[in-house]
């Protein structure tokens, strides 16, 4: 029998179903993705990353900023993990993360105790998510239940760092691309700059605005310049907190401070320099609730960038290697 014009339609509409399904791959992340198969695996992770925020606060941030350059290079994959080979250079070493990124000793840490208790089942890039949850709520900031079932990458790319993660030196534009080329709104990166609420940078990062820029608090300036030297060949690692009121706490003060021309860096001020994301910012800064809702929304829109699922990629042992 020769197929009907009618059934050949119905053939290529289930086609394309399944080509979409597939292709659409976060539909399989879910959040009680090991509940069977490590079932202590969220307390496993909690109290690790509580020991190392009692150690040292900042580890939280540097927790948090793990995950965004995981998700942002290629999906959240764990591949900002991998050491680099002789096949190929990892994303450590790129520009935005060479001297910068931290955190990796504490995510071999956790890793350690998640495969004593659940040997070879949990992924390194859902290790990220998780621990990237538990540091906000830690440091006093809104909770949700994060989405899992990524796997690991086997490969890394130092290339796709250098281009996809926005610099500070970045206009409200080039983030606003940055951030729909990962699939995510421009709400998405007003709230996800939340983030920068805690953690720390260095003299190298600000400077420039410090010393030239003048949509910039006058006495903010001036109290950052005393412990960042205006020429680029002294202190540039000193550090200065990215929220001046509260570098500790997951709060709402970033906004207060962009509202106040206390933005650190030049990218966190482009968000309050009259332009299209003036009015959100205005609003995350009077309304705290408002904020932890959509930063919430935003992490969850950011750890749905393509994650390897299924039988793509692999469960790595050491989250700096591939197996
Ligand atoms: C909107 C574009 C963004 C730019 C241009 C940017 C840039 C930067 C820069 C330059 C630093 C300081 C790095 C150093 O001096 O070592 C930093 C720190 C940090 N960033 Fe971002 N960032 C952005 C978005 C984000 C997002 C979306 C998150 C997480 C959701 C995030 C989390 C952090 C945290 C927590 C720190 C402090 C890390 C620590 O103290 O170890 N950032 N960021
Ligand atoms: C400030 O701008 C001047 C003139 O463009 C430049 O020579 C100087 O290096 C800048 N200073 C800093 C700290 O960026």
């Excluded at 290079?73 to 993990?81: A, H, Q």
């Excluded at 899992?148 to 290339?159: I, K, Y």
Aim: glycine fraction near 6%; include cysteine; charged fraction near 15%.
């Amino acid at each position: 029998m020769e197929a009907s014009p009618s059934s050949t339609f119905i053939f290529l509409s289930v086609a394309y179903l399944l080509v979409v399904s597939i292709g659409n791959s976060n539909a399989q992340l879910s959040t009680n993705f090991y509940s069977s198969s490590c079932p202590n695996l969220l307390s496993t992770v909690k109290s690790v990353v509580q020991s190392a925020v009692n150690n040292e606060a900042r580890m939280g941030a540097s927790l948090l900023r793990l995950f965004f350059h995981d998700c942002f290079v290629n999906g959240c994959d764990g591949s900002v993990l991998l050491d680099d080979t002789s096949s190929f250079t990892g994303e450590k070493n790129a520009f935005p993360n060479a001297g910068s990124l931290r955190g990796f000793d504490v995510v071999d840490q956790i890793k350690t105790a998640v495969e004593k208790a659940c040997p070879g089942v949990v992924s390194c890039a859902d290790i990220l998510a998780i621990s990237a949850r538990d540091s906000v709520v830690i440091l006093g900031g809104p909770t949700w239940n994060v989405k899992l079932g990524r796997r690991d990458a086997t490969t890394a790319s130092q290339s796709a760092a250098n281009t996809n993660i926005p610099a500070p030196t970045a206009s409200l534009s080039a983030l606003i691309k940055s951030f729909s080329d990962q699939g995510l709104s421009t709400t998405d990166m007003v709230a996800l700059s939340g983030a920068h609420t805690i953690g720390q940078a260095r003299c190298t990062t600000f400077r420039t605005r410090i010393y030239n820029e003048s949509n910039i608090d006058a006495s903010f300036a001036k109290t950052r310049q005393a412990n960042c030297p205006s020429a680029s060949t002294s202190g540039s690692n000193n550090l200065a907190p990215l929220d001046i009121q509260t570098p500790n706490t997951f709060d709402n003060k970033y906004y207060n401070n962009l509202v106040n021309q206390k933005g650190l860096l030049h990218s966190d001020q482009q968000l309050f320099s009259g332009g299209s994301t003036n009015a959100l910012v205005q609003t995350y800064s009077s309304n705290p609730s408002r904020f932890n809702t959509d930063f919430v929304a935003a992490m969850i829109n950011m750890g749905d960038i393509k994650p390897l699922t299924g039988s793509n990629g692999q469960i790595r042992k050491n989250c700096r290697k591939t197996n």
